[in-house]
């Protein structure tokens, strides 16, 4: 079956310090991959996506990025962080028929 | 500990049907209450919030805090609201926020 990480579970990290979240995939090949970040009292925003090993798509422009280096491992980024950049970031999954979103457990983000 | 449950993965009817899709909550706090709806092979997007109270393309979904529930409900189904749904909580734990996603459910409304 498939199954989907993310690390670290929670994270606090001073404004200005690098940042660097991970998502894998297992049970699955190709999939879609996907960064969602929920702000305080909002729902979700897609920030990247990627259908392939290299290609990300960037929805929002932000202090973030994000690289697929391995066909199951996503990892958003980011050089200096903000405090805008505290939130909860959310990894999902598709298959390539692209019909059910799987996500992964989060990671709470507190920039301070 | 937080958690959502849409008990049924499955709801096939025929279009002009009502609709009601079942989303239970557990949460111990002020519950903030989410759907979002996947159409197919497009992005998760928001539909609706129950601090909102509004009705989004005929969708209403009421929070009842005795039952810990927040179904989603359309009185007459249309083909294009065929679509996977989630229900999701945001909850607020050690001063941050976290959201949690019900598994989804799929709807296929027929012609």
């Known amino acids: 079956s498939q199954t989907i990480h993310q690390w670290p579970a929670t994270l606090v990290q001073p404004v200005g310090s690098p940042l660097s979240l991970e998502c894998t995939v297992e049970g699955t090949s190709n999939p879609n991959l996907y960064w969602y970040r929920q702000a305080a009292g909002r729902g979700l925003q897609l920030l990247f996506y990627?259908?392939?090993?290299?290609?990300i798509s960037s929805e929002v422009p932000q202090n973030l990025s994000a690289s697929r280096p391995q066909d199951r491992q996503f990892i958003l980024s980011s050089k200096k962080l903000l405090l805008s950049d505290s939130g909860f970031y959310l990894c999902?999954?598709?298959?390539?028929?692209?019909?059910?979103?799987?996500f992964g457990p989060g990671t709470r983000l507190l920039v301070l | 500990a937080q958690r959502v449950t849409q008990p049924e993965k499955l709801l096939s009817v025929f279009k002009g049907a009502p609709v009601e899709l079942k989303c239970n909550y557990s949460?111990?706090?002020?519950?903030?209450l989410f759907w979002y709806v996947q159409y197919s092979r497009q992005r998760l997007q928001l539909l609706l919030r129950h601090i909102s109270r509004e009705s989004i393309k005929g969708f209403t979904a009421d929070l009842n805090k005795g039952e810990t529930s927040f179904h989603l409900k359309k009185p007459f189904a249309q083909e294009e609201d065929s679509a996977m749904y989630y229900c999701a909580l945001s909850a607020y734990q050690g001063g941050s926020e976290k959201l949690v996603f019900g598994k989804g459910m799929k709807l296929t409304v027929n012609p």
């Open positions: 999902a999954w598709t298959g390539t028929s692209g019909e059910t979103q799987y």
């Open positions: 990627s259908v392939g090993i290299g290609q």
């Open positions: 949460y111990s706090g002020s519950p903030e």
